[in-house]
């Protein structure tokens, strides 16, 4: 019988140090991360390499696999409409890199990863020059690069003659980038402002021409500017595709196989400009053959709404889908088209429907025949703001469940329905981003009886609940599903006043409540968590934002 006495186990390894060599370094992919925009945050992952041989040999790789250079400015004060800041001097631009450490300790050639970060104020052309210039001191080519990750925020330049000269040189830097880095595999590129997609066009110039020169060889290729393709022939080991295309693109479609994908993302999708390219048999006529998508995971299709195919156009019946299992679509003609005439499977883990300013609905473990997505097909076709609530109804509301686990989130709840017209039956999680009043949720809550968690930020108590005593609050109808609630809203002082009201009065009517969020309204916040921490045990674990 094995001993069980302590000196051995306290002898005894910990379990952490004896785990086996493929998953070690799967935990510590999840401490580790490549994309870091300091020399600080960086050095934080350096302690994992001395815990002990074992870890130092699995996280080294992930430690030393990227070099990061980023840069911001050193005067918060900038005016930002001053395009030549950094001509003039170039200090101004403070770059953040650890690449000279990498040098130091001789770990450069280990490195497979390049990411580029990027201050809103610094123009995109001496940024890309800068970077060029500090790989070059090191090595005069970076062969053992394969992936390229860079979030590039450039500004508009209004002067036509710069523009012009700007958009040639971008073109330049990125046939540079491809001596430099000539074995990429893996791209991305990405350009924002704050929460807003930038669509300036010495980023869309340097963008496209960086796809167009590493396409042939792309195992991943992710980029969310948009970009205009000059008919690439993209790897036939492509197995990731996330693509914005601009209008141009439509007269000459790029060319991916289909065969390899796993994941496939493409937004503004114009006309029928999409589906070209994938054509494995083409005449000037079209489609000649079927375009099997063998490996297909994931898709999805954010297309613009004039992005109808042809009345005459048959391709979408000849698109087969047979291993999806998660679908993204939006409100468009193309999406119709795609759900009610190409070959997807009925069940799928995640479906999803995107309506951009209102808001998006995630349904999982579905099961959507073809007469469910005929329907689907016939409310994506009508103006989305009318079709979404609609939509919503029949996919939480049919008289047969469709989906084991559903979420909806509404951007702005201004054109919401009253709670009358709303048949959320299967409804397991809603998230308001804004626009509710405090007495519709009182009236909408008994109308979600599946309801798991609820999300409400920035709720509304313009007026006081009408249900204003507790005698009133008796009657309000019991939830018996709701076991996650988060509230917030403006913190003034009638605000918090109703808010007290209303929480009093709803939580009696949850008896599920797990988890309750909510923020500190006042001096009788302490109080009014003693109560019901007594009152209620399973919520002992009160938490406020704001305490």
């Known amino acids: 019988m094995p ?8 002898e005894s390894p910990p379990v952490a140090f004896n785990l086996p060599p493929k998953i070690l370094p799967s935990i510590l992919g999840y401490l580790i991360t490549s994309h870091l925009e300091s020399l600080d945050e960086w050095k934080l992952q350096l302690p994992l390499l001395s815990v002990c041989r074992k870890w130092r040999d699995a996280a080294l790789p992930l430690v030393y696999h990227s070099v990061f250079i ?11 409409d001053s395009l030549d800041y950094y001509d003039k001097d170039p200090s101004n631009a403070r770059f953040n890199s650890n690449i000279d450490l990498l040098v130091k300790l001789g770990y450069f050639r280990n490195v497979r990863g390049l990411s580029l970060f990027m201050d809103y104020q610094m123009g995109l052309i001496p940024f890309i020059s800068k970077v060029q210039k500090i790989l070059r001191i090191v090595l005069p080519s970076w062969d053992h690069i394969v992936s390229l990750r860079a979030e590039v925020k450039s500004k508009e330049n209004t002067n036509a003659a710069h523009k012009n000269t700007s958009l040639a040189t971008a073109v330049e830097l990125a046939n540079d980038f491809k001596t430099l880095t000539p074995n990429i ?9 704050g929460d807003k997609v930038l669509e300036d066009k010495v980023c869309r110039a340097f963008t496209s021409a960086l796809i167009n ?3 042939h060889q792309l195992v991943r290729s992710s980029c969310f500017i948009k970009v205009d393709l000059n008919s690439p022939h993209f790897s036939k080991q492509l197995t990731h595709a996330v693509l914005r295309l ?12 289909s065969q390899p994908l796993v994941h496939l993302y493409i937004a503004d999708a114009v006309k029928d400009s999409l589906w070209k390219s994938f054509y ?8 000649t053959g079927n375009v099997e998508f063998d490996q297909l995971r994931y898709l999805g299709i954010v297309a613009s709404e004039e992005g109808g195919p042809s009345p005459e156009n048959d391709i979408y019946s000849q698109l087969f889908f047979p291993k999806l299992s998660h679908l993204t679509v939006n409100f468009s003609k193309q999406s119709a088209n795609l759900l009610s005439q190409s070959h997807i499977p009925d069940n799928l883990d995640k479906f999803e429907v995107i309506g951009l300013s209102i808001g998006s609905i995630s349904i999982h473990q579905t099961n959507i025949n073809s007469d469910c997505r005929k329907s689907l097909a016939e409310f994506a076709m009508r103006d989305s703001r009318k079709c979404f609530w609609p939509m919503s109804n029949f996919l939480f509301g049919s008289d047969q469940q469709i989906c084991a686990y559903s979420e909806l989130l509404i951007t702005n709840a201004a054109s919401i329905p009253s709670p009358e017209n709303l048949t959320w039956t299967f409804l397991t999680q809603l998230e308001i981003i804004s626009g509710l009043e405090a007495n519709y949720l009182l009236n909408l809550i008994p109308r979600l009886p599946n309801m798991r968690e609820l999300v409400v930020h920035d709720l509304e108590f313009s007026s006081k609940p009408e249900i204003a005593s507790k005698e009133d609050g008796q009657q309000l109808p019991f939830n018996e599903s709701i076991t996650i609630l988060r509230v917030n809203y403006e913190e003034v002082e009638q ?29 009788d916040f302490y109080a009014f968590v003693e109560e019901y921490a007594t009152t209620y045990p399973h919520i002992a674990g009160f938490i406020s934002d704001n305490v």
């Open 280 to 287: 494995s048999n083409t005449n000037e006529d079209g489609i």
């Open 3 to 10: 001993s069980t006495d302590q000196s051995v186990l306290d």
């Open 70 to 80: 980023s840069c911001t400015n050193n005067i918060s004060d900038m005016d930002e």
């Open 213 to 215: 020169e590493y396409a």
């Open 495 to 523: 605000n918090n006043e109703h808010a007290f009201l209303f929480i009093k009065l709803l939580l009696p009517h949850l008896p599920a409540i797990d988890e309750l969020f909510m923020p500190y309204f006042g001096p």
């Open 246 to 257: 601009s209008p141009d693109t439509k007269a000459s479609a790029p060319w991916i196989y």
């Open 185 to 193: 595999t893996s791209l991305h590129v990405n350009a924002v402002h």
